[in-house]
């Protein structure tokens, strides 16, 4: 099966530094990755799809300065939050497309990020 | 973002009895509608998915029922465990409404299930 590792799975910071979260399929080769916002019991919202070796494209409303996504290579995309703010507070989960999961998409476990 | 509408917000059953989810979309040109099963902290699962070929699909306690004329879709789960206690999400997806060839996820706004014991 596809699995993609997600790190870290909580990380508490200080308003105004900034985080990265790493997302990493083991065993396939992920040529798209997503990710989602996802606030406390709603539902997922997409922030970005990012291509290997290309830019990311963003959703409407999603600040890209703010919210870095790097896909540097067919198995890891990050996601770097600058200058974090309490209100960027929320569960970050990425998905990457490939390999043999059912339904050719394959989540990371998310990471709970606290901006205090 | 296309739209997916879903109800109810949450949801307790008994142990063994029927859990019913319900999704609505308005978009025809979605043409792959997965169901995820999401537990707390962890990222979500997918579950089973229909394409609108099919009114029907089955996998063990799982059916997803598809009304194409209705754009209507549902989850039953059958004999309901406390296990299946957990946050599902219906989705919509299609190839061309998506950046590339890689499908965007639409997602409902979840049910929170309870089976209680």
């Known amino acids: 099966g596809a699995v993609v590792s997600q790190h870290p799975s909580r990380v508490i910071c200080k308003s105004g530094t900034s985080v990265k979260i790493e997302c990493r399929s083991l065993d396939f080769q992920a040529t798209t990755m997503f990710w989602y916002r996802q606030f406390p019991k709603k539902s997922l919202m997409l922030m970005a799809t990012?291509?290997?070796?290309?830019?990311?494209?963003?959703e409407q409303g999603v600040e890209k300065d703010k919210f870095l996504i790097n896909h540097a290579s067919l198995t890891l995309s990050t996601l770097t939050v600058t200058s974090a703010h309490p209100e960027d507070s929320s569960f970050y989960i990425c998905?990457?497309?490939?390999?043999?999961?059912?339904?050719?998409?394959?989540f990371g476990s998310g990471t709970r990020l606290t901006v205090v | 973002q296309q739209q997916v509408k879903q109800s109810p917000q949450s949801l307790i059953v008994q142990k063994g009895g029927i859990s019913i989810i319900n999704c609505a979309y308005e978009n025809t040109a979605f043409d792959y509608f997965p169901w995820y099963q999401q537990f707390p902290g962890k990222g979500p699962a997918l579950l089973i998915a229909i394409r609108p070929d099919v009114s029907e699909k089955k996998e063990g306690r799982f059916t997803i029922s598809f009304n194409k004329s209705a754009k209507q879709f549902s989850l039953h789960i059958m004999d309901s465990q406390p296990g299946d206690s957990a946050t599902y999400f219906c989705?919509?997806?299609?190839?061309?409404?998506?950046?590339?060839?890689?499908?965007?996820?639409?997602f409902g706004s979840g049910t929170q299930l309870t089976v209680l014991p």
């Open positions: 989705a919509a997806s299609s190839v061309s409404l998506s950046s590339g060839s890689a499908r965007q996820l639409t």
């Open positions: 990012s291509n290997e070796g290309s830019k990311a494209t963003y």
């Open positions: 998905s990457a497309k490939g390999g043999h999961s059912r339904g050719g998409y394959t």
